[in-house]
């Protein structure tokens, strides 16, 4: 089993948002990431891994990690709308749990959100406003955010505090989180009907260019999930520090 907020690849997409959020027009970057994340879930180990990653920047469309997107407006615009297509993995593989129980809960499948923002840039940061959902049909649930980020960029380095608030259906956290009736009496963990519920996320991410050509990025996040969610019966913990760390060439 894997944890399903910041499983590697996850980590990895946010990563490589931060990694090219700075990135000049038309600019290309390929590199390698790695990440850990600790697991929420009950008996299950952290997750590191190293996997490659491939950017594009350009004045609408943009790629980065798993995340591709389309501004209306010009990158660095006052105002913008961004629509988003975003590979989802957080899973459930109850084969990876050394937990009994938990190995006898249903498999829970990667998916595919897609998204809208409203974002606002202004002299103390930016604000963004977030909505989506499901597109490809593995639970229909959705989700909003709200962040604010300050990028601080100097003369070959740069870092970004950020702090926001994630808020998902009931339909994603009992996808994440849920335990159906059929699997408590399978399993004799107790039902769980999860609500619409969130959790709140601090942290920062960084570059810095070591030539025109090398630059290394990395990225910290504390996330707490919000005391529905941690009642859950397959969570054993609601607190996580996810660390990520790259290199990439950028042409």
Known sequence: MRYPIFK???????????????????????????????AVYKDTSSNRTVIPVIGYEGEHLFLRGFTAGYR???????????FRL???????????????????????????????SYQLRTLVGMWEASVGADVAGRHNGMYGEIAW??????????ITPAIGYSYNSDKLNNHLYGVSA??????????????????????ASAY??????????????????????????????????MGTLGIAYVF
């Open 149 to 158: 980020r300050l990028p601080l960029r100097f003369s070959n380095w740069g």
């Open 208 to 241: 810095w260019s070591i030539t025109r050509s090398v630059r290394v990025n990395g990225g910290i996040r504390y996330s707490n999930l919000d005391s529905d969610l941690s009642d859950s019966p397959v969570v054993g913990r609601d607190t996580s520090v």
């Open 8 to 38: 590697a690849a996850w980590a990895v997409s946010a990563l490589a948002a931060s990694s090219f959020a700075h990135a000049e027009m038309n600019q290309w970057s390929v590199g390698v990431a790695a990440a850990y994340s600790p």
């Open 86 to 116: 975003a590979y989802d993995p957080r899973t459930l593989k109850p084969e990876d749990s050394d937990d009994p129980q938990i190995r006898l809960l249903d498999k829970r499948k990667s998916t595919v959100l897609g998204g809208v």
């Open 72 to 82: 209306l407006m010009p990158m660095g615009s006052e105002q913008n709308i961004v």
């Open 182 to 203: 059929s699997e408590s009496a399978r399993s004799g963990l107790q039902e769980y009907d999860a609500g619409w519920d969130g959790q709140y996320f601090i942290g």
